[in-house]
């Protein structure tokens, strides 16, 4: 069975950091990409991170010098480390696979990436 284990959420204050964790299972971690999503306004797609299976890493404007992200292939897991948390990075955090290269970087740039196995999903509540 495929899946995507999310955790690491919660509620924090503005300029505090957390670190999300995906754990994959059923799969081959070392031959996907992978990506962080959250939900942005009027409920759209928005990438904070691409993580490619080769080892690219790239992050959404919003988010760039404040977050990071890596994978642990040994441990099956992705992370996002987010720093200096901001009230608009209140969302749903969700991560994705999706075999190396199936979709080009400008699909998951646009969250077109509807064949991707897809994790539940964790909670993140920024507040002054």
């Known amino acids: 069975e495929v899946r995507l284990m999310t955790s690491g959420g919660g509620s924090v204050q503005a300029g505090d950091s957390l670190t999300l964790s995906c754990t994959a299972s059923g799969f081959t971690f070392d031959d996907h990409d992978m990506g962080w999503f959250r939900r942005g306004p009027e409920n759209t797609g928005e990438l904070v991170s691409f993580?490619?299976?080769?080892?690219?890493?790239s992050y959404g404007d919003s988010v760039k010098g404040r977050f990071t992200a890596s994978r642990g292939d040994a441990k099956n897991t992705m992370y996002l480390r987010m720093d200096s948390l901001k009230l608009d990075d209140t969302s749903l955090y969700i991560c994705?696979?999706?075999?190396?290269?199936?979709?080009?970087?400008?699909?998951?740039?646009?969250?077109?990436?509807?064949?991707?196995?897809w994790g539940q999903g964790t909670n993140v509540t920024v507040s002054s």
């Open positions: 994705a696979a999706s075999p190396t290269n199936y979709y080009a970087d400008f699909e998951w740039r646009l969250c077109a990436v509807p064949s991707a196995k």
């Open positions: 993580v490619g299976g080769d080892g690219v890493i």
